[in-house]
């Protein structure tokens, strides 16, 4: 009975030595957030750039730092320095749009065509900004 | 009349929406950085101006944590999203905007970060090929003139970070 308990005593011990040490020193260093797991708030970017436009700040609140999925139609698509691809979306305002650098090289992007990508808000400048973006159709 | 001006503005502005800002930060115990490749810059080869703007959440850090508390408790970047440099090329006479060539630069300026403006001189080059222009600098700054406190400066964050700046203008 005695070492039973003691079975079971140092099996909890164990256990929670792991779990601090994974949840508290192992996560929060090494875990990469993805946007790939989250679920994006769902917009066009025309009303992402509406948004922006008419109150940065509240947008701001709502979108800086969350995954934000958005449909759009492709202005442009070049790769940048690195050679990740930049995609600018159309909204209504010819001289604004939402600017989204993907996670990895896509080629095969073209203006003209419609695309749902999901990335990482960052905020306005002459563009809403997306990081680490992906293709989600 | 209008329409002259629009051109030969469009000849010296020339502007990216990619120019990639890195900044580091080298104590014994630990090396910090990150990056973001898309700041906003714009330079004017006629009067020298030189602007960039970046958006202080599209820094990426390698380590997730350090990126949250760079966010959160050094630059409050929901406070204050943005970070802007305006500066002008003091030696614009020295660089052939139209013949080939690394052109050492000496910018002068002022920094903002966390609404903050500080003076900041760098120096860099700016190289000229085939008609495409980009920038080069590292420069430092120090991190209590921008208000950033914290008991780990000094400690785990350099007193002075170095600041790398590469533009290719488009």
């Known amino acids: 009975m005695k070492k039973k308990l003691l079975v079971a005593a140092l099996t ?5 030595v792991i779990g601090v040490w994974f949840f508290v020193f192992y996560k929060p260093t090494h875990f990469k957030r993805d946007v790939a797991d989250e679920k994006g708030i769902s917009i066009s970017a025309p009303d992402l750039v509406k948004a922006f436009q008419e109150n940065e700040t509240a947008a701001n609140t709502t979108y800086l730092d969350k995954s934000v999925e958005i449909k759009g139609e492709i202005v442009e698509a070049k790769p940048d320095q690195s050679g990740l691809t930049m995609l600018t979306l159309k909204s209504n ?11 990895s090289a896509d080629p095969t992007l073209k203006p003209g065509q419609t695309i749902t990508v999901k990335g990482i808000c960052t905020g306005f400048l002459s563009d809403v900004v997306l990081k680490e973006a992906i293709i989600v159709k | 009349m209008g329409a002259i001006n629009t051109t030969t503005t469009a000849q010296n502005l020339h502007s990216t929406k990619a120019a990639k800002i890195r900044f580091f930060s080298s104590l014994a115990a ?3 950085e990150a990056t973001n490749s898309q700041a906003v810059s714009k330079l004017d080869t006629k009067s020298g101006a030189i602007n960039f703007i970046v958006l202080i959440n599209g820094f990426v850090f ?6 949250k508390h760079f966010n959160e408790e050094y630059m409050e970047s929901t406070k204050f999203p943005k970070s802007e440099f305006k500066g002008l090329i003091t030696n614009l006479s020295a660089i052939n905007f139209s013949k080939n060539g690394s052109y ?16 900041v001189k760098a120096t860099g080059s700016i190289i000229i090929a085939d008609g495409k222009i980009s920038v080069k600098s590292i420069f430092k700054i120090k991190v209590k003139d921008f208000g950033i406190a914290g008991s780990d400066i000094g ?9 790398t700046v590469t533009s290719l203008y488009d």
Do not use: H, Y
């Open chain 2, 62 to 67: 390698e380590n997730e944590l350090m990126q």
């Open chain 2, 155 to 163: 400690k785990s964050i350099a007193n002075e970070l170095e600041i």
């Open chain 2, 30 to 32: 630990e090396d910090i």
């Open chain 1, 12 to 16: 909890i011990l164990i256990t929670a």
């Open chain 1, 93 to 103: 305002d010819a001289m604004a749009g939402v600017l989204c650098t993907l996670k």
């Open chain 2, 104 to 119: 050492p630069a000496i910018v002068s300026g002022s920094l903002t970060i966390r609404g903050i403006t500080q003076p």
